[in-house]
C-alpha cells in the first residue's frame, strides 16, 4: 500500500497521523480516564510529540509494521481517538484502540476497530488479529465480542501500568470468521 492511507468508515474516518495532531493526541494520552484502561500510563507533551513522530515515521517503512491510525469523525479532522493493528507473528496483527473520554460511549472505537479489522483482512490479507484487554475493562470486552473476537484466556502479570501488574484478558478473530464488512 502506499502512504497516506485514509479508510472512510460508518461513524469514523482512519488517516495517517501528522505533527498537527501532537495537541489532540495529548488530550488522548494525558488523560487518566483514558489510560487507566491503556497498557501504559498518562503521558505528556514530549511524549505525545514522540508519539506522533514515531507513527508518522513508521507509516513511511516498507514493508510496514503497524497501521497505526488517527480517528476522526466524518465532518471534523480533529483526533478523537487512534487505532492500530502491529503486526505480530505470520499474518497475524494485534489490534489496540483509545478514544477521548468525552467521545465515549458513541461508538466510534467500535466503528474505528471494525473498519481498521475489516481492511486487514481484506486489503493486508492478514489471518488473525488479537486484542489484549484489560479484565476490568467491561467497554472494550463488550465491543470486541460485539465484533465477534473469541476470548481465549488471560495473560497473567501482562502489563505494568498505574503502578501495578495487570492481567489481559486476550480476545481474537480469525480471517474467516469476520463477519463485520
Request: hydrophobic residues 40%; charged residues 25%; aromatic residues 10%.
Amino acid at each position: 500500500m502506499t502512504y497516506p492511507i485514509r479508510i472512510v468508515g460508518q461513524k469514523t474516518v482512519l488517516r495517517e497521523f501528522t505533527q498537527e495532531d501532537v495537541d489532540d493526541v495529548l488530550g488522548i494520552i494525558g488523560d487518566d480516564k483514558v489510560t487507566t484502561w491503556l497498557s501504559f500510563d498518562s503521558r505528556g507533551r514530549d511524549e505525545a510529540i514522540a508519539m506522533v513522530r514515531g507513527a508518522v515515521e513508521r507509516a513511511q517503512l516498507e514493508p510496514r509494521t503497524e497501521y497505526y491510525m488517527a480517528v476522526t469523525k466524518h465532518d471534523d479532522d480533529r483526533v478523537i481517538g487512534f487505532v492500530r493493528i502491529g503486526f505480530a507473528g505470520v499474518e497475524a496483527g494485534k489490534l489496540g484502540c483509545a478514544t477521548a473520554a468525552g467521545e465515549w460511549g458513541r461508538g466510534y472505537a467500535t466503528d474505528a476497530a471494525r473498519t481498521l479489522v475489516t481492511y486487514t483482512f481484506q486489503e493486508l490479507g492478514l489471518h488473525r488479529v488479537s486484542a489484549a484487554i484489560g479484565p476490568e475493562n467491561t467497554a472494550s470486552i463488550a465491543m470486541a465480542e460485539k465484533l465477534g473476537f473469541a476470548r481465549e484466556g488471560v495473560l497473567r502479570d501482562h502489563v505494568f501500568t498505574n503502578g501495578a501488574w495487570r492481567d489481559s484478558v486476550l480476545y481474537s478473530v480469525l480471517a474467516h470468521e469476520w463477519t463485520h464488512q
